[in-house]
């Protein structure tokens, strides 16, 4: 009798990921509000939120976006201890054609892991959830939402939304 087959562990990525090819040069460079988190936007989006615990940044048509949010675990915890199993869930959502890709992806301290997600309307959004250890807020962790309103308009936005990811640093 053969022992019953186990999935392969993980990589730290596969599948698809951001283009991010944009021209930043004349980008404005942002710092968000108690947050040790710099960050870039086109200098024709506008601020939306910029506050505490979220972020949200648009063009003007709306056509594309960049939302962050905060939460606080108010105590240091072992984040590091997840993420095999969130690499091993992205690895079978992958496999299983229920995302486009995946990566471990670091943003200056904050460790964390990107996906690219097909959603079940026919949207891509790409996500990044990580975390920090905080000396005031023991470890907080950071979602952030880039996407637009249609696969087209997706096509479209990538390389900026993929640039603005690149240019988001915890410090």
């Not at 990525?13 to 991010?20: A, E, W």
């Not at 460079?29 to 939306?48: G, H, I, N, R």
Request: hydrophobic share 40%; net charge negative.
């Amino acid at each position: 009798m053969s022992p019953p087959s186990q999935a392969a562990p993980a990589v730290g990525s596969g599948g698809r990921i951001l283009r991010k090819d944009a021209d930043t040069s004349a980008w404005r460079e942002m710092s968000w509000p108690e947050q040790p988190v710099t960050f870039k936007v086109p200098a024709d989006w506008k601020q939306l939120s910029l506050a505490r615990r979220e972020v949200e940044f648009r063009p003007e048509d709306r056509s594309a976006y960049f939302v962050a949010h905060a939460t606080f675990f108010d105590q240091k915890i072992a984040y590091e201890n997840i993420f095999p199993s969130l690499l091993q869930k992205s690895a079978n959502q992958l496999e299983r054609g229920e995302t486009l890709g995946y990566a471990m992806k670091d943003l200056g301290k904050a460790r964390g892991l990107f996906e690219l997600q097909k959603r079940s309307d026919g949207q891509t959004t790409a996500v990044w959830t990580g975390y920090f250890d905080d000396e005031k807020y023991g470890t907080v962790s950071l979602t952030i939402l880039l996407g637009a309103p249609t696969p087209a308009e997706f096509d479209k936005a990538e390389a900026v939304l993929g640039a603005i990811l690149e240019s988001v640093q915890v410090k």
